[in-house]
C-alpha cells in the first residue's frame, strides 16, 4: 500500500520499494544508474544484484526493440567503440546517437595493448600484467602472470612473441584472459579464470603460431577480431620451402580452452589487395578491397563456414568516397574493422574513425577521435556486468 506524507497542500506519495525497482529502475539506461547509486545504499546494492541486472536487461531490450543483439541474449549492442589511446581507454561513439560518452578513462596504471572487449568490460595489458575493467562502473581489477608458468629463460632470447587474448565462456559464465610465450626454445601458455581467480598452465600445440611467427626483436599479438566472444589472431609466417610469406588465422576457443587454426582463406583471390579479417553481425568475415588515396574501392566480403570450413562470398560493397576532411587534406582510408551492431564498415581516414551504412550508405564520424593512425580499437557495449573479485569503490576515472 501506498504511503503519502500530507505537507500542507502538497502530498509526497512514497512508491512501494519493489515498483520503484522494477518499475522504475530496471528502465533507466546504464549511465543514469551509475550516477543514481549514490541516493542511497540501497539503490547502489542493486548494482550488484544479479536479479536485478537481468530484469534490468531485460526491461531494456522490450524497450529498445530495434536494438541489435550480441550471441549473448543478455546484453544489448550498442553502436559504440572502445579504443586505447596513449594509455588510456577512449569510448567513442557515432556523432548521430544520443549517448555521446567520448571521456578518456585514466586507468591506475599505464598500459601498453587492449585485448578486447566482451559485454561492457574491457581487458588491457602492460607486461605480465592485467586489467580487466567496466569503464561506465568505473570498477577494475587485476591479476598478475606468474612466472611460474613460464620459463624465465624465454625473455633471454632476443627473439620472441607474445599471444595476448580475452574472451568469455559464456558456458561457464567466466571471463578468462590467454597469454602465450613463443621463443626459438619452446612455447608456453596459461589462461586466467576470472572464476577461480587463477591461472591454468595449458599446451600449445606445435601447427599453432608457428615458431618463426616473430620478426626480428619482440612481436606481441594481440586480436585481429573478436567474434562470439572468442578471440582470433591473423599473423604472417615464413614459409621454409618456397621463402615466401604466408598468412595464418588462429582461434582460441575458452569452452575448452584449446587453439584452432581456422581454415586458409583463398589468398590468390586477393593477390595485390588489401583484406581485413573482422566481426560482420556475429560471423567472421574477411573484407577484400583495393585502398587509394580517396577511395575504398568496391569491396567483397566473405563468411567463413565454421562447421564445413569453407569460405563462401556474402556480397560485394559499393566503393566508399570520402570527402576530404579540409580543403587542404587528401584522404587517406585505411579500413580498420567490421562492425558487429548493424555490419557497419569502420575505416580510419587521416588519424580520425568513421562507419560507413551499407543500407543508407551514410558516413557517420565517432566523436571525440583525433591522432587514432595506429589505435586498436573493438565494439563496445555498456553494460552493469562486474566481477566478484571487482571492489565497489570506483577505481579509476
Known amino acids: 500500500m501506498d504511503k503519502s506524507i500530507d505537507k500542507g497542500k502538497r502530498v509526497v506519495v512514497l512508491l512501494p520499494e519493489e515498483m520503484t525497482r522494477e518499475e522504475i529502475l530496471t528502465r533507466l539506461p546504464v549511465k543514469s544508474l551509475v550516477r543514481f547509486q549514490s541516493v542511497c545504499k540501497l539503490w547502489e546494492s542493486y548494482l550488484y544484484d544479479p536479479d536485478f541486472l537481468k530484469a534490468h536487461v531485460s526491461r531494456n531490450m522490450s524497450q529498445n526493440p530495434k ?52 559485454n561492457g568490460l574491457v581487458c588491457v595489458s602492460k607486461f605480465n600484467k592485467f586489467l580487466i575493467c567496466n569503464i561506465a562502473l568505473g570498477k577494475v581489477t587485476g591479476t598478475y602472470l606468474a612466472s611460474s608458468l613460464y620459463d624465465k629463460h624465454v625473455y633471454d632470447d632476443d627473439n620472441y612473441a607474445r599471444i595476448l587474448g580475452f574472451g568469455w565462456d559464456h558456458v561457464r559464465n567466466d571471463y578468462k584472459i590467454v597469454a602465450c610465450y613463443i621463443s626459438p626454445r619452446e612455447k608456453r601458455g596459461a589462461v586466467y579464470s576470472s572464476s577461480s581467480g587463477s591461472w591454468t598452465r595449458m599446451v600449445i600445440p606445435n601447427a599453432v603460431f608457428r615458431s618463426n611467427i ?47 587454426e581456422m581454415p586458409v582463406f583463398d589468398h590468390e583471390s586477393v593477390d595485390g589487395k588489401d583484406f581485413d579479417f573482422v566481426n560482420i553481425k556475429d560471423c567472421l568475415a574477411v573484407m577484400v578491397y583495393n585502398k587509394t588515396e580517396t577511395v575504398v574501392s568496391s569491396v567483397d566480403v566473405h563468411s567463413l563456414d565454421e562447421v564445413s570450413g569453407i569460405w563462401i562470398k556474402m556480397y560485394t560493397m559499393e566503393p566508399i568516397d570520402v570527402e ?67 571492489k565497489k569503490k570506483v577505481q579509476f576515472i
Not at 567513442?92 to 578486447?116: E, H
Not at 626483436?217 to 566472444?229: A, D
Not at 558487429?340 to 557517420?364: A, M, R, S
Request: a negative charge; charged letters at 15%.
Open 67 to 118: 536494438s541489435k543483439m550480441t550471441q549473448n541474449p543478455n546484453y544489448p549492442a550498442d553502436d559504440h567503440l572502445v579504443a586505447l589511446h596513449s594509455n588510456a581507454l577512449r569510448i567513442l561513439s557515432p556523432s548521430n546517437q544520443t549517448y555521446k560518452d567520448t571521456n578518456t578513462r585514466v586507468l591506475p596504471m599505464s598500459v601498453y595493448y587492449l585485448l578486447g572487449s566482451v
Open 324 to 390: 576530404p576532411i579540409n580543403a587542404v587534406d587528401v584522404p587517406s582510408v585505411q579500413v580498420v574493422k567490421g562492425y558487429v551492431c548493424g555490419g557497419e564498415i569502420v575505416f580510419n581516414d587521416q588519424g580520425k574513425l568513421f562507419c560507413y551504412d551499407l543500407e543508407t550508405k551514410v558516413i557517420t564520424s565517432f566523436l571525440g577521435c583525433s591522432g587514432f593512425f595506429t589505435a586498436d580499437c573493438f565494439n563496445y557495449t555498456p553494460t552493469l556486468v562486474f566481477l566478484p573479485e571487482m
Open 214 to 260: 616473430y620478426q626480428d626483436g619482440v612481436t606481441v599479438l594481440t586480436p585481429t577480431t573478436i567474434v562470439n566472444n572468442c578471440p582470433y589472431w591473423r599473423y604472417t609466417y615464413n614459409v621454409a620451402q618456397t621463402g615466401r610469406n604466408s598468412n595464418a588465422l588462429v582461434k582460441f576457443e575458452f569452452e575448452s580452452n584449446e587453439f584452432k
